[in-house]
């Protein structure tokens, strides 16, 4: 099993709502990723998680909240978000984390797209 | 991370070789190079990583030059369902430059 699989496919939410996003592998990696990508700009990078440790947070707002419940999912949990966060959030796993200078290869999931009204 | 630069867009003939550059003059001796793509809508797709060495897979060649301040991706018989955005990265934090749009047209 080579997916990183990431639910919902579509969310739309109001500014005052609380929702989530999922993400779920069973590859074993150690290392997960939330990416955050706008229209027809790069992905950017969000959180990184290792050994189910938040590792890294690039200065994310606080109404943007991850978990990693365990080893196979990752969660983001979204609460007051601005119509301006609306964008195609991707999750990502790798065999080894950022610390490595050889983190391997990233398996992405299809991404959840969130549109905030 | 070393910041990377590549071009806007380029356009290959399909069946020809795609060439894609990418300059990281900041690169230190030991970050890695990462090439992934992104078709329309997807999730980007890893292509092929290297520090050194050029590195050949069943989807691409990856050539560095011998002082790693820029590499370059072959395509070797672009085909229609190869156009996307390519992105060249350089270091583990794995942080995503503004990547080429590649067309392949018939």
């Known amino acids: 099993d080579t997916e990183v699989t990431q639910t919902p496919k579509h969310l739309v939410m109001g500014m005052t709502n609380k929702k989530s996003l999922k993400c779920e592998q069973h590859?074993?990696?150690?290392?997960m990723y939330w990416y955050k990508q706008k229209a027809k700009k790069p992905p950017e990078l969000m959180f990184v998680y290792s050994y189910e440790k938040l590792s890294i947070n690039e200065s994310v707002p606080s109404r943007f909240s991850p978990e990693c419940p365990n080893s196979s999912l990752l969660n983001l949990h979204l609460h007051a978000l601005q119509p301006e966060d609306s964008a195609l959030y991707l999750c990502?796993?790798?065999?080894?984390?950022?610390?490595?200078?050889?983190?391997?290869?990233?398996?992405f999931g299809e991404g959840s797209r969130l549109t905030v009204l | 991370d070393a910041k990377t630069t590549q071009p806007t867009s380029m356009d290959c003939a399909e069946g020809r070789a795609a060439n894609l550059p990418c300059n990281h003059s900041?690169?230190?001796?030991?970050?890695?190079v990462y090439w992934y793509r992104q078709i329309h809508s997807q999730g980007p797709q890893y292509i092929i990583h290297g520090l050194k060495n050029n590195e050949t897979n069943e989807m691409a060649s990856l050539i560095i030059t011998e002082d790693r301040k820029s590499s370059t991706l072959i395509l070797p018989h672009a085909t229609l369902r190869d156009t996307a955005v390519y992105y060249c990265i350089a270091g583990g934090k794995l942080i995503f430059g503004q990547g080429t749009e590649l067309s392949v047209k018939p």
């Open positions: 990502a796993s790798s065999p080894r984390d950022s610390s490595f200078m050889n983190t391997g290869e990233l398996f």
């Open positions: 900041t690169i230190s001796g030991n970050e890695y």
């Open positions: 590859m074993g990696h150690r290392a």
